[in-house]
């Protein structure tokens, strides 16, 4: 037997078999596996009961809150007949359309960005039927439930109003009827298709699309508490005013979509998204400033050509800036760029320019700053032969130099658009090259001139609108701004402070630190106060700002040290080979932290920024302490204080309940689309 | 063993110190061009931070180190222009997992050659197609196996049409059926010529494709030679203990 093989052949199984069956399941084995877990017939006694004790508390809960809702003494009227009040409060009706078309554009921009990014979500028919089955009962539930917590007050017996349904009002009547008609629809649905419909599912598009039909349904129908008398209300339909401005907005939001599905056959989807992201960054000043402001524009003074007015600046900036940026984003010219550093080092040295440019007077500091610059410009010109290096080398002692105008006294659009300028000549060596990105970046460049300039001259300029108040912004409105305004300057200010805090260079990340620790230990309403009251002191002389601009830079102020500590923490789980492998391929550090660090650690702290960005969206109430008219001041105090003509006094609460729920409508949602685009972005899978 | 007559890399007396710790005591060497040059030797030995030392990623003390002519000084300068003439491919493959197979190859020939667009992408599908897998260009490296990963990653060094590259154990961080793969890509590579420094474990592509190979043992070079010589007559004790446990 000494041929015996040592091994044994086993083969491969070819044919596939069936999955087993899945284990039973059911109503009665849900209850044993979810309320009564446990593995001995005493845990599952005593979890039985824990489930019985918490359902009866939940359900107590329900009933609390539909004998609130539903109690005739509650007069919802407050909020149905103040709603435009708690919207915009002060502005004027005859303006109106203009609340109307930045809505309009904001449908608009939202439908097209649905068709150039294509929203693929699908929801499938399983999910969809068996939430609308749950929301059915639940709706019924609650019809049903009201009055018996008045009725017994004691927990949780009677579970049911003893009521008949021929006592009920009209609205409690529809809703139980709304509610059995989803749970009924569903249901038959689920019966007749079973777990097939798992596999059936129907876009989200369409669903939005319905849930469009079925509001605009819904404003024609339906009738809403309005004052009547003293202390009365009786049902109303919607005020035209409202539902024909809605109904045509949803209308135009779908005629933009199909306009869209039209527009992307004939355009490159990724030049409608650059195109619809140049248009979301403009509508937003175009909304504030333009159509809700109302400007009354000295067009006389804004085109006078001289050194100072408006448009003096905007060539001056777009062409001085523009031709000196070009050059710093050429490829390699060497001699000439030599050349060029030298130049512009002497002119620094002999004219201090740009800075007498613009004043009669030239203070102390300027001479000395513009004279060190320009040794460093010539001193670099003469001695580094690479042609990047020197565009890097000039792009900084511009930018310092920018800043640094910071300190001369002079018009506060002039220091804004040095600081503007400081940070895309630093930029530009890193980011130029071929001729394309070399005239992109000019364009970019004319554009944010154009923009500082604009925003400058549309916030001078008087507003034509005619309120009785201290700004032609309130309620939600303000709150909007506020909430995207410090959204928006908050996180650039972040994502600097971050890489600052992160910074090889100790200058930088001791600022960095203290600017961190200082504002995070200090409540966000000492700022608003400061932002309100001592901002002012602290501004070179002569400069001061509109309260709501103070506020909005407090807010950005606060909220960037929360973004920027988020921020470091996606930069610290970056591993150290992705610096290495930038680097190993000869991308700058700069380049390496734009285009590799930066947004690898944005999508690991993706869910972490989701969070600061709602809690400062409903952080914004709180300019209510100082005296802002934001939708929360007045649903807490200006509506209940009405007295005349309609009685509201004592609808506190009611309106304090509309405005939890109205905020909650709003941060769920958001956490909900962030949600879906963390999973888009595939986290935690890649 | 040259064409223009200078060296493709030039090590001379090269220190390196990690603290107190000396990574490297005075490593000399000459690699030529169109040479591979495998470096073989134990963990901690300085394999890794004498090719680390070349592009610059880590700082050496003493000693100089030319590439193509150009000296590795504190200058920005010719650090930027040896990081774009030394390609390196590194043992956990560095991909961008952020951005897709051909965005990876394309990013830095955009950035830093300045190419356009289109021809970086043309580019990038010719050097897919050359390390087997133009199929996985839009795919992200997290969908990837190893091996995918570690050609895209050689993918993305040649983009840049280095003159060197530089192999940091490519194949220590794979599965065995993947390694096949990436020292084919990597022997078509030598064999077309490119100038290549290998810090490897695979014993077998040392012998079949390398020039010269460098035995490497507390931060020196102890001996080196030709495989023949490395792999049938080994010399010093030190070298035949650490052939005899690996092979």
């Known amino acids: ?686 | 063993m040259s064409d223009n007559g200078h060296p493709m890399i030039v090590v001379e007396g090269v220190k390196k110190w990690f603290g107190d710790f000396q990574a490297l005591r005075g490593v000399t060497t000459t690699v030529g061009q169109r040479d591979v040059v495998v470096v073989i030797g134990p963990s901690g030995s300085g394999k890794s931070t004498l090719i680390r030392c070349i592009n610059r990623l880590e700082v050496h003390q003493e000693g100089r180190i030319a590439v193509d002519g150009i000296e590795l000084t504190n200058d920005l300068r010719n650090i930027d222009a040896i990081r774009r003439e030394v390609g390196m491919v590194f043992q956990s493959f560095n991909l961008f997992p952020h951005l897709t197979v051909l965005e990876n190859i394309t990013l830095a020939p955009i950035w830093v050659r300045k190419q356009t667009r289109t021809e970086s992408e043309e580019n990038g599908m010719q050097l897919l197609e050359r390390v087997g897998i133009p199929e996985q260009a839009d795919k992200y490296p997290g969908q990837l196996s190893g091996g995918q990963q570690q050609r895209v990653a050689i993918a993305r060094s040649l983009a840049m049409s280095p003159k060197v590259m530089l192999f940091d154990e490519p194949t220590s961080a794979l599965d065995p059926e993947m390694i096949k793969e990436v020292l084919d890509v990597m022997k078509e590579l030598a064999l077309s010529g490119m100038t290549m420094i290998v810090v490897t474990h695979e014993m077998g592509f040392a012998r079949e494709v390398a020039d010269r190979v460098l035995f490497m043992d507390y931060g020196t070079i102890v001996e080196e030679g030709t495989p023949e010589h490395f792999f049938t007559n080994p010399q010093h004790d030190r070298t035949k203990l650490f052939l005899s446990q690996i092979l």
């Open chain 1, 1 to 686: 037997m000494t041929d015996q093989p040592q091994g044994i052949v086993h083969g491969v199984i070819e044919e596939l078999e069936k999955a087993p069956d899945p284990p039973p399941s059911g109503p009665w084995i849900w209850v044993q596996e979810n309320l009564l877990g446990g593995d001995t017939r005493l845990t599952k006694f005593f979890n039985g009961l824990l489930t019985v004790v918490f359902a009866l508390i939940a359900v107590n809960i329900l009933q609390f809150l539909t004998s609130y809702i539903f109690n005739p003494e509650r007069r919802w009227s407050a909020v149905t007949f103040n709603m435009k009040l708690m919207m915009v409060q002060a502005f004027p009706q005859a303006d109106l359309f203009r609340i109307w078309l930045s809505i309009g554009i904001f449908f608009v921009l939202v439908a097209l960005s649905l068709v150039a990014w294509g929203l693929r979500g699908q929801m499938s028919l399983w999910t969809l039927s068996r939430g609308l089955r749950n929301a059915g009962v639940f709706l019924m539930l609650m019809t049903v439930m009201h009055g018996a917590f008045e009725a017994s007050k004691i927990l949780p017996i009677p579970l049911f109003s003893i009521d008949s349904p021929a006592d009920w009002s009209g609205t409690r009547l529809l809703i139980f009827v709304i509610g059995l008609a989803m749970f009924a629809g569903a249901f038959m649905y689920l019966r007749r298709e079973g777990i097939a419909a798992k596999d059936k599912s129907i876009p989200f598009l369409s669903l939005i699309a319905v849930g469009m039909g079925l509001v605009t349904l819904v404003i024609w129908t339906i009738d809403l508490p309005i004052p009547d008398g003293q202390f009365d209300e009786t049902l109303g339909p919607i005020a035209t005013s409202t539902t024909g401005p809605w109904t045509i907005l949803f209308a135009v939001a779908i005629a933009a979509y199909f306009f869209g599905r039209w527009l992307i056959g004939i355009v490159e989807p990724a030049r409608l998204r650059r195109w619809l992201v140049i248009l979301w960054l403009f509508s937003y000043p175009v909304i504030i400033m333009v159509i809700q402001r109302k400007p009354i524009l000295e067009w006389g003074d804004i085109l006078a050509i001289s050194k100072d007015s408006p448009l003096g600046l905007f060539l001056l900036f777009s062409v001085i800036g523009g031709a000196v940026i070009w050059w710093l984003a050429l490829p390699d010219s060497l001699p000439v760029g030599r050349g060029i550093a030298v130049a512009i080092g002497a002119l620094l040295i002999l004219a201090g320019w740009p800075l007498e440019f613009f004043f009669d007077e030239m203070p102390a500091l300027v001479g000395p700053i513009a004279t060190l610059a320009g040794v460093a410009l010539i001193a670099g010109g003469l001695m580094i032969h690479d042609r990047v290096e020197i565009a890097r080398i000039i792009g900084s002692v511009l930018a310092i130099v920018a800043l640094l105008v910071w300190f001369v006294p002079m018009p506060f659009l002039v220091r804004g658009l040095f600081i503007t300028f400081a940070f895309v000549a630093v930029a530009a060596p890193s980011f130029g090259g071929t001729a394309q990105t070399r005239n992109n970046m000019v364009a970019v460049w004319v554009a944010i001139v154009f923009l500082v300039v604009a925003t400058f001259v549309l916030g001078e300029a008087e507003t034509a609108l005619e309120f009785q108040s201290t700004t032609f912004l309130g309620g939600f409105n303000l709150s909007i701004l506020l909430a995207i305004s410090g959204v928006a300057l908050s996180f650039p200010l972040g994502v600097v402070l971050a890489l600052a805090r992160t910074s090889s260079m100790p200058i930088f990340r001791l600022l960095a630190t203290a600017y961190i620790e200082i504002v995070r230990s200090v409540p966000l309403i000492t700022w608003l106060f400061f932002g309100s009251v001592m901002i002012s002191l602290f501004l070179p002389g002569g400069i001061s700002f509109d309260e709501i601009v103070r506020v909005v830079a407090a807010v950005s102020i606060f909220n960037a040290a929360y973004v920027a500590e988020n921020i470091r923490g996606g930069l610290q789980s970056i591993n150290k080979g992705q610096y290495e492998a930038g680097s190993a391929m000869g991308l700058s550090t700069v380049q390496s932290t734009a285009l590799i660090i930066m947004p690898q650690a944005i999508r690991a702290v993706l869910p972490a920024l989701v969070g600061s960005v709602i809690v400062s969206f409903k952080d914004t109430s709180l300019v209510a302490i100082i005296g802002l008219a934001d939708v929360l001041l007045i649903a807490k105090s200006f509506v209940p204080g009405q007295t005349n003509p309609h009685n509201f006094l004592g609808t506190q609460p009611q309106m304090l309940f509309f405005i939890a729920i109205f905020y909650w409508m709003f941060t769920f949602t958001f956490s909900r689309m962030a949600l879906r685009y963390e999973k888009s972005l595939g986290l935690g899978e890649r």
